[in-house]
């Protein structure tokens, strides 16, 4: 994957800990910045599958009347 440089600005305290925290994993400071921003990104996805399911759930007699108990995507018939 090609990669694409990114110049940060932070205060000197979060830059001590940034590096400090790469050291202790034995990673470079770029590694490390990478891997926090990769994590964050993949919170953002559960968060939405977590969302998803509590809508779902409180929403399910909802949908069960509209569409079945089976909730497969058929209609029922209207009569």
Do not use: C, H
């Amino acid at each position: 994957m090609a990669k694409t440089q990114l110049n940060v600005r932070v205060d000197e305290v979060t830059a001590r800990a940034a590096r400090e925290r790469a050291l202790a994993r034995g990673m470079s400071v770029n590694r490390y910045i990478e891997e926090l921003v990769r994590r964050d990104a993949g919170e953002l996805g559960r968060t939405f599958v977590d969302a998803a399911a509590d809508f779902m759930r409180r929403y399910e007699s909802v949908f069960a009347e509209e569409f079945g108990a089976d909730l497969e995507g058929r209609r029922r018939p209207v009569e």
